[in-house]
T-cell receptor, first 112, second 114 residues
Framework: AQSVTQPDIHITVSEGASLELRCNYS??????LFWYVQSPGQGLQLLLK??????LVQGIKGFEAEFKRSQSSFNLRKPSVHWSDAAEYFC??????????FGAGTILRVKS | DTGVSQDPRHKITKRGQNVTFRCDPI?????LYWYRQTLGQGPEFLTY????????KSRLLSDRFSAERPKGSFSTLEIQRTEQGDSAMYLC????????????FGQGTRLTVV
């Protein structure tokens, strides 16, 4: 079965600093990968997705992610973090039937 | 379309009671998914429908759980004889049919069993 690992439970960055959230997946074939963001008490919003092609994908809110097959990684990045980016971030891989397998999430705190 | 909506947003119930949640997907989406999210964890798949057919149920879905999507539109998730371990956020998502199409999530129903 597919699995997703997000090694960092919490990350704190200063406003304006760069951000990288790590995601590693376990999947035999070419994976379909997503990053979602969740604000407290809310549902999940899609930030970006990778299906195929260019390994650097751009998303909403200035986020990007890079697919690296050799490292089984799909790390999320943002060059300059805003206070409004504070939330929980989930990496996910698609299974058969379009079901999503999520990582445990990384909580991002932004300090001013 | 206002997106995926779930009702209620919050539910507090006593152990042993039955509860039912409703999900209204995006109207043209024929796939509907239920996930459960406990504190500190990512969402976990429970079950999904394609139109009115329930195509898969996770082993997490015990016999006390039942989901329906009678006309291929809205869906209900019922939990019978609730237990404290059922306390979680229940998330509904919908998507178009197809490989790796984007799933849109509702805001969830927060269940607290006391």
């Amino acid at each position: 079965a597919q699995s997703v690992t997000q090694p960092d439970i919490h990350i704190t960055v200063s406003e304006g600093a760069s951000l990288e959230l790590r995601c590693n997946y376990s999947y035999g074939a070419t994976p379909y990968l997503f990053w979602y963001v969740q604000s407290p008490g809310q549902g999940l919003q899609l930030l970006l997705k990778y299906f195929s092609g260019d390994t650097l994908v751009q998303g909403i809110k200035g986020f990007e992610a890079e697919f690296k097959r050799s490292q089984s990684s799909f790390n999320l990045r943002k060059p300059s973090v805003h206070w409004s980016d504070a939330a929980e971030y989930f990496c996910a891989v698609v299974e058969y039937g379009n079901k999503l397998v999520f990582g445990a999430g990384t909580i991002l705190r932004v300090k001013s | 379309d206002t997106g995926v909506s779930q009702d209620p947003r919050h539910k507090i119930t006593k152990r042993g009671q039955n509860v039912t949640f409703r999900c209204d997907p995006i109207s043209e989406h024929n796939r509907l998914y239920w996930y459960r999210q406990t504190l500190g964890q990512g969402p976990e798949f429970l079950t999904y429908f394609q139109n009115e057919a329930q195509l898969e149920k996770s082993r997490l879905l015990s016999d006390r759980f039942s989901a329906e999507r009678p006309k291929g539109s809205f869906s209900t998730l019922e939990i019978q004889r609730t237990e404290q371990g059922d306390s979680a956020m229940y998330l509904c998502a919908s998507s178009l049919q197809g490989e790796a199409t984007e799933a849109f999530f509702g805001q969830g129903t927060r269940l607290t069993v006391v």
